[in-house]
Structures are given as structure tokens and as C-alpha cells.
């Protein structure tokens, strides 16, 4: 099919947005890959010389925006009217209106364009998203409203993608079968995973609390198995540089106890500095990148220890959004100040003037993060994928409630992910 798709450059990318958003480019990173560069190269003003519609044209945009290529966010100016606003007629066609939705979340600092376009976009599907549109499409208009696809988590995305295109009329049911028959065996190696990861051998620890020997000695295990393992293959630096990334986590969380225990609430960027660390900005990443292989050299943990600005951002709005979720319940049970209470004592603001504030910066971050995925990047994409794959686990987690202190929130995702596998 992709090759079979080469004489219409934009029937070429629209199907490979169908394989992403099935869940399995995967499978074709290299050939996506060396199409969507020669497409660039050849026609980098794509959207605009085809004369697209609305919602090709943002699905180029988005498409070429996630593998990092920098297409201008001008080719929407072609959708606004004389008076610069978008057009009215534009509220008739449901599937162009959210494709642009969708493409908004890609938008970087100083796109004013794509403000506009989220507002414009966010008002008119809520009141498209009723009785009388297709339920199918109304469906996936509201799932997009509440998790927009560029802050999901992917296979989670995948997921629900498969659920609407099985209704889909335009659907290629080989397609459909593949994406439904991966996900499935994908579901399976998380299973295994997940069963190897509960046979670890705990070594009694007799210094320790009784609650902490558990995980500490399948910490120590694990990490003695990894640096045997990679020790062979010239890698075992990996492993010493996470153990010291974790040794930095308990360190920030006895700064945190001391805190707790004097009733000290730090000025808001000395709070934000340490909670960065407990949130494991550079534990997560360096502890992922050990099983990614080559790709994660000694260069990726030397770029890791310069703290790139793409993993404080995505760590900052992390914090800011776990936060925003869980601070009153945690200063009720009695709990270190929050980062929500630094900033309101030291720039005297309310909770919801607070709450204001986190939010733009918690848009920033994201616009921070898609700057950084821009080519030239300094590392591959496969490593950032990383790092902004934790912020969108965050976004999930965090959506309505803390979903690390009431797992049960969590409870249908996990259920669809790791246990119940899609009818085929």
C-alpha cells in the first residue's frame, strides 16, 4: 500500500497518518521515514501547491510536524477570510475541523495562527459533537476534546483509533485486521513483560523498615542483573548512570522530609528545582534508555547530564499538572508544600489565579517540547520520544483525578492495554 501510494504525495501521507494513528508505523520507521524526506525535500510547500482541503492540509501539517520536519503553520492563512478570521463555512465539515484541532498541539511559540485555530476549533466541535452528527465521528470528536492525540499516551491512542475505524466506512479491512492482530501480540510481550517483572528475587534487608525491603532489594537485583547483562555488550555505564540518578531521587526526597518536618514552604523555584528530581526528570529517561540499545550511547547519557531543555520542560509541566490534581488532597493528609503552594505564597495569588498561571505554563512547556523535536535535533528521535512520552503519560494520569494515588482511575486503561485483547 505505501508503495502503491507513491504517485499521489498526499494520498501517501494521509495513509501513512492511518498506520501511526493504528498503531503500527512501527513496523515501517524506515520506509516512512525516507518518504516523508523526499516529500519535504521535493515539495516542502506540499499543502499549499495541491490545493488541499482543510483536513488534508492539517493532516500534512500535523504528519510532517511529528517526524520533526518544520512546516510552516502559514498554509492555514488559505482557511481565513478577508477580515482574518477563520471561515464560517468551515463549521460545516466536522472531520476537517478536527483534523485542525489536531494539528494545533504541534504548534510552537509565536504561532498565532494556531491559537486562533485551537480556539476556533475547540468552540465549534463542542457544539458539533451532538445528537445529530454520525455517533461514530461525535465519539471521536469528544474523545479529542478531552485527550487530544499529541498529549496521549500512543498505544492508548491506538487503541480507541482502532475502536472508530472499525466503523468507518472508507476502512481497508486488511488494514484493519493487521492493526487489530498487533495490538494483540503487542498486548502479549507486555504480558510477559509484566510477569517477569513481579518474578524478581527480593534479598532481605535487615537495616530496612519491613515496607522498604521489597523495593529495595528488587532495585539492587535489578540493577545487578542489567549490568551483567550489559557489561558484556560495553554498555554497563548506562546502568551506573541510572543508579546514580537514583541515588539523586532519594536524596531530593530527604530534602522533602526536612521540609515537611519544619513546616517549610520554599520560594517557588527552589521547590520546582527539587521536585523536578523526585518527579525522576533524569531517572526516567536514562533508566528507559538502557534497553533501546546503540541508539543510547555514552553521547545520550552525557546529553542527558546537560539537562536538555526538552526534559526540563516536559518534567516541569509534568510537576505543574500532577500538582494542580492532587495538592488538596495532599496537604489533607499531611504532605511537603506543594509547588501550587510556593507560588501562591510567594507571589500572593488565589488558587484559581494559581491555577491560571500553571496552565500557560504548562502550554509553554508543550510548545517548548515541539521545538525540540524540530530538525536538526541533537539526538535521534527515538530518544526525545521518550522523554515526551512521559509528559503525555502525566497528561493521562492526571486528567481528572491522581491517577497514582487512585489507581482505580486507571483501571480501564490498564484493562485495555495489558489484559483484554481486541475482538478480531
Known sequence: MLVASRNDPVEEVVLINLLCRLGVSYHFENEIEERLNHIFEMQPDLAAEKDCDLYATAILFRVFRQHGFNVSSGVFNKFKDHDGNFKESLTSDARGMLSLYEATHLRVHGEDILEEALTFTTAHLKSMAAPNLDQ??????????????????PRIEAHKFISFYEHDDSKNDTLLKFAKLDFNRVQLLHQQELAYITRWDINCVSELPEYMKPLYGALLNLFDELNNELAEEGRSYSVSFTKDMMKGVVRAYFVEAQWFREGYVPPFDERMSNAIVTGTCFLDPAAAYIGLGDIAGIDAYEWLRSQPKIMTASFTLSRLIADLVSNKAEQERGHVASVVESYMKEYGTSGEETAEEFKKMIADGWKDI??????????????????????????????KMDGVTNPEYLKDHVTKLFIDPILV
Request: a neutral charge; proline letters at 6%.
Open 136 to 153: 461514530n465521528l461525535a465519539k471521536h470528536i469528544n474523545d479529542a476534546l478531552e485527550q487530544p492525540l499529541h498529549m496521549g499516551v
Open 370 to 399: 515541539n521545538e525540540e523535536c524540530m530538525r536538526p535535533t541533537i539526538v535521534p528521535m527515538r530518544l526525545l520520544n521518550v522523554i515526551v512520552n512521559i509528559a503525555r503519560l502525566v497528561e493521562v494520569f492526571y486528567k
